[in-house]
């Protein structure tokens, strides 16, 4: 099986749009091949709005934005029942969820009751309406932005909604040379601007169906289960992953696969997916947060001690 050529011109069309982060953008390709969604992490100004506008833009199909504040509602999210005079019944105006790919911009500024308006629509993919169930367009991807903890006005995002994100990525500052391309690329307009489809989305359902036939061994279906496991033993955490974290390493894996061209997944590829899958999942002891340990260095810390088997090719 080889990548199609079809996405590897939305990588390069991203990249019209995101200069020197061809890995943030391949994982989060991956990730809406996997049918996951990605929680985006970082500092405001590095790039997280324009990477998701940018793949929303590559791909024909709805795309909707909510900018997630204090006074936002969940109905403001999911959608509302209003009573219709000429009727006399109740009708259901869909909400912003309703559609392909989702921007949650800034998900963590809403609070938790807002925050959780998210959780059936990411899981289920439907809402729930007064008894009524509204499924949700296929595909349906989200991808939220949140700042770091750390900073003012910001909520904690709760056990449950984080565990429904496939993966969690940072961006990161860029190079001083990356950062004078993105000066120059925009001294008279911004490159999102021109930036067109290549994809439809009856395509995207396609690829969503030919991930899941990669190939992975038994021995690192085990190994992907082993590595989670120690999660929830290790003295360092309070809180390991859950089942949910071994299928979401596995689909990733599928799916980084799928993109390299490869028809089976390499125990190379788990490693290098552990992070962003693991890392939003883990909850630390005090003692180790308060120490200065990070999530990260737990995750290679268990990768260390994992022994890599010896898989066979299909």
């Known amino acids: 099986m080889s990548s199609p050529s079809e996405i590897e011109g939305l990588i390069r069309n991203m990249e019209q749009v995101i200069f020197g982060k061809t890995e943030a953008i391949r994982q989060v390709t991956a990730t809406l091949l996997a049918g996951g969604h990605v929680l985006i992490e970082d500092v405001p100004g590095v790039g997280k709005t324009y990477l998701a506008r940018s793949l929303a833009l590559s791909v024909t199909g709805d795309f909707k934005r909510i900018q997630f504040t204090p006074d936002l509602l969940p109905t403001d999210v999911t959608g509302v029942s ?3 005079q000429k009727t006399k019944g109740f009708e259901f105006r869909e909400g912003p969820v309703f559609t392909n790919v989702l921007l949650a911009d800034e998900l963590n500024r809403a609070t938790p009751r807002t925050q959780s308006a998210l959780l059936e629509c990411m899981e289920e993919r439907q809402v729930s309406s007064d008894g ?9 991807f989200v991808i ?7 900073q003012q006005g ?11 994100f496939l993966i969690q990525i940072s961006i990161g500052y860029p190079k001083h040379f990356t950062e004078m391309d993105i000066v120059n690329a925009q001294r008279k307009r911004h490159p999102i601007e021109d930036i067109e489809p290549v ?18 061994d038994e021995a690192l279906r085990d190994y992907i289960v082993k590595i989670v496991e120690q999660t929830r033993s290790h003295p360092q955490l309070l809180l390991g992953g859950s089942p949910r974290a071994s299928l979401a390493l596995f689909r990733m894996g599928q799916a980084m696969a799928y993109l390299s061209g490869g028809d089976f997944v390499l125990p190379d590829v788990i490693k290098s997916l552990a992070g962003p899958v ?3 999942r883990l909850i630390l002891q005090p003692q180790a947060r ?16 994992t022994s890599v088997p010896v898989t066979r090719i299909q």
Not at 154 to 159: R, S
Request: aromatic letters at 6%; zero cysteines.
């Open 199 to 216: 994809l439809e989305i009856s395509q995207i359902l396609e690829m969503q169906e030919k991930v899941r036939e990669v190939y992975v």
């Open 132 to 140: 009524i169930t509204h499924k949700l367009p296929q595909p349906f």
């Open 82 to 84: 209003i009573y219709n």
């Open 290 to 305: 308060l120490g200065g340990v990070t999530p990260d260095q737990i995750i290679q810390d268990i990768i260390d001690k």
């Open 278 to 280: 693991l890392r939003h």
């Open 144 to 150: 939220a932005t949140q700042n770091p903890i750390e």
């Open 154 to 164: 910001v909520y904690h995002l709760p056990e449950a909604q984080l565990d429904r």
